[in-house]
């Protein structure tokens, strides 16, 4: 189990600069995007990630549109 004592709940995270953190981002779950919001907000404190953590997890909650009907095919002369 992951504590915040452990360490972010990202490899080498600690060490990245604020725009590399926010580009790793998008390939986070959303439960490793919460652990990560709250070391951030415990450790490194930077408000540009906090705020970008956020949106994706935002993002996660956004459902998908359902995708278009299809139309039924018409033929066309034979």
Do not use: C, N
Not at 42 to 65: E, G, M
């Amino acid at each position: 189990m992951h504590t915040d004592d452990d360490g972010p709940p990202v490899e080498g995270y600690e060490g990245l600069p604020a725009r590399d953190a926010m580009r790793l981002l998008r390939d986070l779950s959303r439960v490793t995007l919460e652990r990560l919001y709250s070391w951030e907000d415990l450790h490194l404190r930077r408000t540009v990630v906090l705020r970008a953590i956020k949106r994706a997890i935002d993002r996660h909650d956004v459902q998908p549109p359902p995708p278009p009907a299809k139309k039924p095919r018409q033929k066309v002369g034979t």
